[in-house]
């Protein structure tokens, strides 16, 4: 069965230091990948998804990216974090065309940024 | 502009009652799909029921079915006989297939938390 792994699952960092999410996929090849975030009390917000390897695709222009080094692997990083970067990140995979498959989430990391 | 739109930001229903949430979204894509999540205070997103583009039965599954309305374009999820477990934030998305490549992009709406009374 296919299982997905995110950490750390809390996080607090000051502001202008670096960040690093992991999220990795067990049981499947060639996802589908996204990172969200919610910030509190809002919806989820998507930033990036990706279709293979090295294969991102942003959402919002801002001080994150991400990187797909493996075919199950997806990372989310910041140079410098900002207090605006606290929220709520969950990391998400679906096969590759599947049309009524639904995205399987992570339990999230909690960030905060202070 | 909204890619999915859900209008209220949150509901109250009686417990054993039934009770709708809305969801309208924009796409130009004919193929596409519509999910439904229920996020409890823990944070877990739980899918609940899906809606393809070409289905042409509304979907069902246990005590939720959504009411989908293609012309209005609106995928309402209607809970039936209400439990007080289903309070939570109840989240409305897209999967577009934006053509080809296998690129199928995942939109949310902003949710409604639905509580439920005893």
């Known amino acids: 069965s296919q299982t997905i792994h995110q950490w750390p699952a809390t996080l607090v960092q000051p502001v202008g230091s670096p960040l690093s999410l992991e999220c990795t996929v067990e049981g499947t090849s060639n996802p589908n990948l996204y990172w969200y975030r919610q910030a509190a009390g809002r919806g989820l917000q998507l930033l990036f998804y990706?279709?293979?390897?090295?294969?991102i695709s942003s959402e919002v222009p801002q001080n994150l990216s991400a990187s797909r080094p493996q075919d199950r692997q997806f990372i989310l990083s910041s140079k410098k974090l900002l207090l605006s970067d606290s929220g709520f990140y969950l990391c998400?995979?679906?096969?590759?065309?599947?049309?009524?498959?639904?995205?399987?989430f992570g339990n999230g990391t909690r960030l905060t940024v202070t | 502009a909204q890619k999915i739109t859900q209008t209220q930001p949150g509901m109250f229903v009686q417990e054993k009652e039934a009770v709708t949430l809305d969801c309208t979204y924009d796409?130009?894509?004919?193929?596409?799909?519509l999910f439904w999540y229920k996020q409890p205070s823990s944070g877990e997103m739980i899918f609940l029921i899906y809606q393809g583009s070409y289905d042409q039965q509304n979907a069902t599954e246990g005590r939720y079915s959504l009411n989908f309305q293609k012309a209005r374009k609106s995928a309402n999820l209607v809970i039936s006989a209400s439990q007080l477990g289903d309070s939570a934030m109840y989240f409305c998305?897209?999967?577009?297939?934006?053509?080809?490549?296998?690129?199928?992009?995942?939109?949310f709406g902003i949710g409604t938390k639905l509580q439920v009374i005893p």
């Open positions: 998400a995979w679906r096969p590759t065309g599947t049309g009524n498959s639904p995205l399987h």
């Open positions: 998305a897209m999967r577009e297939d934006l053509n080809s490549g296998g690129y199928q992009k995942v939109t």
């Open positions: 796409t130009s894509d004919p193929s596409y799909g």
């Open positions: 990706s279709v293979g390897i090295g294969q």
